[in-house]
């Protein structure tokens, strides 16, 4: 006879779902750090105008409520959603909804720049959860703590995470587009059955959806086919063929998902293109294609146009990203590479050879796979910075999907490097458990203290920001490296014009967008009495912006102002950020 053995006890529901909520917890964090440091941040020249593309979405959204008939017909769709049409639609869609709920409606937010940024933050919060999720699934629970500090704390991201702008929030899409796939191919299965199948049709219909929303946020979601069609070849590539031998030919799901309904949710989303769909379509893609190439510095150098220095993406990487990060980036890269390596003779003899079996256990074989789209994801944003015609005006934040997957390696690497040590700490004296997990974590919290350190001190400057490894910002202005770009500083005069300017005086922007330069009017950001106009001969302000491309505007206005001397310079470590010159005959106010 058979002895009834009790059932196993169920598993809590906290335990059960702990990285989760790991992750949610994390990325909220992350977020709340957002939101307390948004407001010393000024505008970026793109924010301005996506803010007042929001603005008329709203209007869009708000006769929707009122009469759908009315809303869906052309003559209400065109005028409003011509604003801004050579970007798609959704985050300059949730900018508005945000400020309609959270600012109009709920109050929620003092500031109407935070609405409209609150979509971004969240886009951020979105990835910190995926990131960890995805590491947690494929290494350990400690590689995806990791993978998160290392992600969070590298400065240029924590700038852009801030802005109601589409870098951050295509970062975000493209990794959760990845690990959908993942899920929907059956990726993070702790199964030994050899069969390889999905996750459920759920996952499958996900990957769709989500690759649509990454199509709906940013052009860089043109390239995510590159990451799958190569994965997908290697993984069901000895499928693909035994089929065509059989006189059919059959494609995995997770692609006839994204071929079908991708393109149909980004269509579905951005109401320009419900009309005349095809030209429009064609003049968004020519567009980007064909996108003016803005100058950039480089080692001292100011690029107008092609080519493009084919060092700059590592350079900049290296230059941006701390260095601790680097190093344990480089230590889980060449960890992967070296296992895929090795399995590389057997998949091919696989691949070729419908004979020779698969390995035994489905969890080896997702292991592998794995790697390799984590190193296909982390290299594909990549590859188009060392083409020549590639523009670089945008600095890091055109290819910062990369960095979810840099970090995630990098956790790796923390987490081989954590078990040397831990070998080397218990071969010479005995832990208890909760000592050695309180190693583990001072350990950790003294590798990332100096990215903390650096993201902390970066702010509101994170474009002017270079690693201590590079010489931090001075070093980067030494090297002839970028400063800064889009005239979002100006906010950071505000000290400066509180002490030396009265209602009504004219100060040149300069850089400055002037939807930028009107909300942080606006907001009082920055004197409400103060007006900006766009030369130095009609102000008694002049603000210069300091890139290499603009120094003739410090010429003009020493020639308008027949006076070369400053009134004061914004500084960062050093580094002058912004000029000031004041108008000799232009008296200074009394101190309070």
Known sequence: MTENLPAAPPVPWVRKHIDSLLGVGLGGGYVAWLLATARSLGFSRDEGFYFSAAHDYERWFSLLLESPRRAFARSAIDPIWANNHEHPSLMKSLFAISHMLF??????????????????????????????????????????????????????????????????????????????????????????????????????????????????????????????????????????????????????????????????????????????????ISEYVSFHLHHEYYNIEFLGRTYFGPPSPKAYMPVMILATVPTVTIVLFLVGLIDRVHLLSMRASSWLSQFLDHRLPWPKTAPERDRVQTDLLILLAFAVPLGPFLLPHTPIFGGTKHWIPAYPFLAILAGRGFELVWSRIEALLTSRWSFHATKARGIEVAVTALTFSGALAVTIHSHPFGLSTYVPFFGGTAGGADLGLNRQFWGFTTESLDPYFQKNTKSGDTVYIMDTAWPSWARMVEEKRVPSGLRGVGSPAEAMFSIVHHEQHMNEVDYNIWTEYRSSTPDDVLTHDGVPIITVYRRPSVARPHSK
């Open 103 to 280: 600012y109009e409606k709920w109050k929620i937010f003092a500031d109407e720049s935070t609405a409209f940024r609150f979509p971004g933050m969240l886009m951020m919060g979105l990835t910190i959860y995926v990131t960890y999720m995805f590491a947690a699934r494929h290494f350990s629970r400690r590689a995806a703590m990791v993978s998160v500090l290392a992600l969070g704390l590298m400065p240029r991201v924590f700038y852009h995470a801030h802005l109601a702008c589409f870098d951050v929030p295509i970062m975000a899409m493209w990794t959760s587009c990845i690990y959908v796939y993942w899920r929907a191919e059956g990726g993070g299965k702790t199964s030994t059955s050899p069969s390889r199948v999905g996750s459920g049709l759920g996952w499958t219909l996900g990957v769709g959806i989500v690759f649509g929303l990454a199509l709906e946020t940013k052009h860089n979601a043109w390239m995510l086919p590159a990451v799958f069609v190569p994965h997908a070849m290697v993984v069901h590539g000895r499928a693909m063929v035994r089929s065509m031998r059989g006189s059919r030919f059959s494609l995995p799901l997770s692609l006839v998902a994204m071929a079908t309904i991708g393109p149909a949710v980004f269509l579905l989303l951005w109401p320009w293109m419900w009309n005349d769909t095809l030209p429009r």
